[in-house]
C-alpha cells in the first residue's frame, strides 16, 4: 500500500520522502518533481505562466497517475495538493495517508529565504503563510494519521509503525 505524505507547505514531507526511502529502501514518489518533469518547466515557472488553477490540475493527473500504478511506496504531495477534492478523496480511499506538521516558526524559518514558492510573492509572505495555514488545517487533518516533521529518522520510524498498524488491522484503503 502507498503512503501518501500530505501536508503543509514547508513541513519535511520531501525530505521525510527521501528518508523513508533510504532506510526503509521504499520507492518514493515527489509530485513537484513529477509536475515539473511533465510541464518541462520550474513549478515556479509554470504557476506564473498558467495560473494555479492550471498547475493544480497537472498536479491532480500526476498523483493520479502514481496512484493508480504504483501499489508500493511513499507519495510525497505539494502542499496544496489535497485542496482539490477529488485528489484528497483519491489519496485517502487509496493509500496510507500522513499528515506531516511543524510549527509556523519551523515553517518560517525552513521557507524565508525560499525563492521558488509561488504562494510566498505576497507582501508580508510570513503573515500569508500564517493565513493559509489556518484556512487549510481542516484539510490536512482528514489523513489517517499525523507525525511531527522534527527528527526524520524518528517520523519515518512513527509512519512505518502506523503503517503497520493500519494494514494488520484490516485497514485497507
Known sequence: MLIALIGFTGTGK??????????????CYDS?????????????EYFARCGEAAFRQVEHDVIRDVV?????????????????????????????????????????GRLEDAQDRPLLKAKDPRRKLEELMRER?????????????????????????GWLRFAMNGCTV
Request: glycine fraction near 10%; charged fraction near 15%; proline fraction near 2%.
Open 32 to 44: 513537484d518533481a513529477m509536475v515539473e518533469a511533465r510541464v518541462g518547466e520550474t513549478i515556479a
Open 68 to 108: 493508480e500504478t504504483a501499489h508500493l511506496g511513499v507519495l510525497v504531495t505539494g502542499g496544496g495538493a489535497v485542496l482539490n477534492a477529488q485528489t484528497r478523496q483519491r489519496l485517502l480511499q487509496n493509500c496510507y495517508t500522513v499528515n506531516v506538521h511543524a510549527s509556523l516558526d519551523v515553517i518560517w
Open 137 to 161: 488545517k481542516g484539510v490536512y487533518e482528514v489523513a489517517h494519521a499525523s507525525v511531527e516533521s522534527g527528527d526524520p529518522s524518528e517520523a519515518a520510524s512513527q509512519v512505518m509503525a
Open 14 to 27: 520531501s525530505t521525510l520522502g527521501r528518508t523513508l526511502q533510504a532506510e526503509y529502501g521504499l520507492p
